[in-house]
C-alpha cells in the first residue's frame, strides 16, 4: 500500500540535545510537509517542500531545520530542543498538480519528549 | 491569529443519529475545504473536501456544507457509528496554494 511513514514513532531527548526524525513516502508525491502539533492544538505548519524547492514559515524558529535528499525521504533536525518544542510531528505529502493538488496525505506522526 | 476555527471542542452524539460539526473561517481568499479524521497514535487522515464553487458535497454518510456568506461549513455523518468516533479536524487552503490551515478540532464520540 502506498504511504506515509515516520520513524520513530516515540522519541525522547534530553534538553539540547540535537534530534532527528525521519519521514518516507511511497506515494511518489512531489510536495512534502512537516507540521508541529501540541495538544488540543492545530496542527502548524513548520515548512514544506516543493520538489526540492525549500520553503519556510515565517514564524518557524530557527532551531528547526529540514532535509530532503531525494522525493521520497525527508527529514526534520531539532538542533536544540528545548522543553517547548514536546509535541507531536507529523509529516504529509500531496501531489503538486492534478484536481486533489489540497489532499495531503499524513503520516502517523513522531511524538517527542523532551527531558 | 486564527483563520480556522472550530468552536466545539468535544460532541457526543448516540449511535445511529446525526452527527454535525461545524467549522468557521475568517480569510476570504480560502477557496478549498477539507475535513480530516483522526485516531488517536494517527495521523489525520482525508474524510472529504468541497470547494467554494459548490455548497454541497456528498460521500455516502458524509455530507460537507459550505455557507461562503457566513464563512461556516459544516460536516454531517448519518447515522453516525461508533467507529466514527475520532477527533474531526477541518482545514482550508487558497486557490493555487498548497498549503492547509487547520483548525483546533472537534472531538467526536459515538455513544452506543
Known amino acids: 500500500d502506498a504511504m506515509v511513514i515516520q520513524n520513530p514513532r516515540y522519541q525522547v531527548t534530553q534538553f539540547g540535545k540535537p534530534v532527528t526524525l525521519s519521514c518516507s513516502q511511497t506515494l511518489n508525491h512531489n510536495v512534502m510537509y512537516w507540521y508541529q502539533q501540541k495538544s488540543s492544538q492545530a496542527p502548524k505548519l513548520l515548512f514544506h517542500?516543493?520538489?526540492?524547492?525549500?520553503?519556510n514559515e515565517a514564524d518557524t524558529p530557527d532551531n528547526f531545520q529540514s532535509r530532503r535528499p531525494n522525493t521520497s525521504f525527508c527529514f526534520l533536525d531539532i538542533r536544540s530542543p528545548g522543553l517547548g518544542d514536546a509535541a507531536m510531528y507529523l509529516c504529509a505529502t500531496s501531489r503538486d498538480e492534478g484536481p486533489k493538488v489540497n489532499e495531503q496525505f499524513f503520516g502517523p506522526g513522531t511524538r517527542l519528549t523532551v527531558l | 491569529d486564527q483563520q480556522v476555527k472550530q468552536n466545539s471542542p468535544s460532541l457526543s452524539v448516540q449511535e445511529g443519529r446525526i452527527s454535525i460539526l461545524n467549522c468557521d473561517y475568517t480569510?476570504?481568499?480560502?477557496?478549498?475545504f477539507l475535513w480530516y479524521k483522526k485516531y488517536p497514535a494517527e495521523g489525520p487522515t482525508f474524510l472529504i473536501s468541497i470547494s467554494s464553487i459548490k455548497d454541497k458535497n456528498e460521500d455516502g454518510r458524509f455530507t460537507v456544507f459550505l455557507n461562503k456568506s457566513a464563512k461556516h461549513l459544516s460536516l454531517h455523518i448519518v447515522p453516525s457509528q461508533p467507529g466514527d468516533s475520532a477527533v474531526y479536524f477541518c482545514?482550508?487552503?487558497?486557490?493555487?496554494?498548497?498549503?492547509?490551515?487547520f483548525g483546533t478540532g472537534t472531538r467526536l464520540t459515538i455513544i452506543p
Open positions: 482545514a482550508a487552503s487558497e486557490f493555487g496554494n498548497e498549503k492547509l490551515t
Open positions: 480569510n476570504s481568499m480560502f477557496d478549498y
Open positions: 517542500y516543493y520538489d526540492k524547492d525549500f520553503n
